[in-house]
């Protein structure tokens, strides 16, 4: 075949098959989370609490303080309104 036909061929069933519903894939990636240094339960979101100005664990009252923000990791446009390095 021609090789400008074959690409024209190809090209005309990529577009038929974005028509046709196939399955989303599903992918993993590695995600960061939290874990109590007392209890050695992961910190989920809204499960702590202050009180007189020390942070807590809700779940076992541990005391905790979180890492140090990587500032790198955050895109420059929410740094400011975050209190960062421009
Ligand atoms: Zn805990």
New binding site residues.
């Given amino acids: 075949m021609n090789p400008l036909i074959q690409r024209l061929t190809e090209s005309d069933a990529l577009r038929t098959d974005k028509n046709t519903p196939l399955p989303i894939l599903v992918e993993q990636r590695p995600v960061d989370y939290y874990v109590?240094p007392?209890?050695?339960?992961e910190?989920f979101e809204k499960h702590t609490f202050v009180e007189e100005g020390v942070e807590r664990?809700a779940?076992?009252?541990?005391a905790?303080k979180w890492p140090p923000t990587d500032w790198s990791k955050i895109d420059p446009q929410w740094r400011k309104l975050l209190g960062g390095p421009a």
Avoid: A, M, V
Wanted: with cysteine; charged share 25%; net charge positive.
């Fill in positions: 109590c007392h209890c050695k339960q910190i664990h779940e076992c009252k541990g905790i």
